[in-house]
Each structure stands twice: as C-alpha cells, then as structure tokens.
C-alpha cells in the first residue's frame, strides 16, 4: 500500500549528534515532523522513521507487532551510531516507550532520552480482554488528534487493530520491567489534560528509571499529541536546551560541532 501523504519518513544529515525520532501508535512521523525539522535547522542529524504497519491502513497494521515497531526503531539507532559520535532518542506517547526501551538496551550508546506523554500501560481498551476480544472484533475506535489547538490535527488511523493493541499490551508490560535499565539523562513532557495517556503513566515512568538527571516539564495547554498543540514550540526548545546542556557540542546559534 502507498503511503499517505504527509506519513513519510524524514531524515537530515546534520552534524555530529545525532537525534532518532520515534511517533506514537496508529500514527505516523507527520506528528513529529516539526520537531524533527526544529532539530534539523539547528544542525543535528535527525531519523523519523515510519513504524511497520503505519501510515498506510489499519488494515496493514492488523499484520504487525512490538517486536516489528521495536526492530525499525532499533535499526535506526545503529544506523545513527555509524554515522554520529553522540545519539539521543525521543519520542511521544508509544514513541516515548520505544525510545525508553532502545535506551534500556543500549545503554551508553544512547546519550540521553526525551519523550513527550509516554505511555506505560494500556487505558480505554478493556485490556484484560484482549486476548479474547481480538479474535472477536478486529478494530475499536482511533485514538488520533487528541489537540487542543483549534484547526491542528494528526495523521492517523480512525480505527485501532485490536491483534495490535494486543502486542502494544504485552511491550508495555516488557518495557516497564525493563525501565530501571535506563540511566541515561531523562526530559520528560506531560500534558495533565492528556485524553489518551493518564499522567499516572509519567509517574510510573519517573517512579522505575534509574536516571539521576531528570527534568519534568509539564504541558499546561495541550492534550496528548503535544507536539502538534501550543506547546509545540516549548518542547522544540525544551529538547534543543537539553541536547546542548548534555551534549555542549550543540550550538544556540542554530549550528552543531561538526555539522
């Protein structure tokens, strides 16, 4: 199937730190591509990839699981390690989890970790039932757009595969055994009027990592797909604020060592 217009991967051969972008569940990098420009125009090397199953039709992302999701976020972070001396992963909502997981497993090679309403356990489904359930009713209702800003909206399925939500279910249960793993400096961005991901889901992820740097901002205008709401542009800064902070190399004038 050809991919939807506006769903294609981005990527920006930059300097020397490089960035791996990871978007949510039923999404597509279209809510992320701002960000990943913002860090592109300040010289980064940047890689929004499109999970297996997305931006298509739901109908393809039926056919898929974590470990495909998981594996696309994994290559790319190799990828990037090739080519950069430092790497940071970031992601929302199920992208925050995938970026959380890539930092649990590969420890000093990803330099720090941002992600933006992350997600740790399933709401809304009934997912005690799933197992059962998705043999029974293959889709319930999307998820997508949840923003407050007036006229912005997200590019995403209206229907979520339920064999999918089954497989989120289970990494979510992975990832959260898996977060005393991480370690590595932690910028967290929560929207407190989230309608998709309960803020619980931030507290739990605070409550496991190991990381001693950790920086909560909270969200105060928007609702889950932050990146696409009024506080677009606090988490654009945010991040590069970040970056610089840990990795110096990054310049305020928009330049990147190396780049």
């Known amino acids: 199937m050809p991919v939807l217009p506006g769903a294609e991967p981005y990527r920006h051969e930059g300097g020397e730190i490089g960035v791996l972008l990871c978007h949510g569940f039923t999404g597509s990098p279209q809510s992320l591509r701002p960000w990943a420009k913002h860090l592109a125009e300040r010289g980064l090397t940047v890689s929004l990839p499109l999970l297996p199953g997305h931006g298509t039709r739901w109908e393809d992302m039926q056919l898929t699981g974590w470990q495909d999701w998981y594996a696309e976020v994994d290559r790319e972070l190799r990828s990037l390690r090739e080519r950069c001396a430092e790497v940071f992963v970031a992601g929302l909502s199920m992208g925050g989890t995938l970026a959380l997981r890539l930092a649990a497993k590969h420890g000093e090679a990803v330099r720090g970790v941002m992600v933006v309403n992350p997600a740790n356990r399933m709401h809304g489904l009934s997912p005690y039932a799933l197992p059962v359930a998705r043999h029974l009713v293959r889709t319930t209702p999307g998820i997508?757009?949840?923003?407050?800003?007036?006229?912005?909206?997200?590019?995403?399925?209206?229907?979520?595969?339920?064999?999918?939500a089954h497989s989120l279910r289970n990494f979510f249960r992975l990832v959260d055994r898996e977060l005393p793993q991480v370690t590595q400096p932690l910028l967290v961005l929560r929207s407190p009027r989230d309608h998709v991901v309960p803020p619980a889901d931030s507290a739990r992820i605070l409550s496991r990592v190991s990381s001693r740097d950790v920086t909560e901002i909270v969200l105060e205008q928007s609702y889950h797909v932050a990146t696409l709401d009024h506080d677009a542009d606090r988490i654009f800064d945010e991040s590069v604020a970040f970056i610089g902070r840990i990795a110096p190399g990054v310049g305020k004038e928009g330049t990147a060592v190396g780049g």
């Open 144 to 164: 997508a757009s949840d923003i407050a800003k007036e006229g912005s909206t997200e590019l995403g399925y209206d229907r979520v595969p339920l064999h999918a």
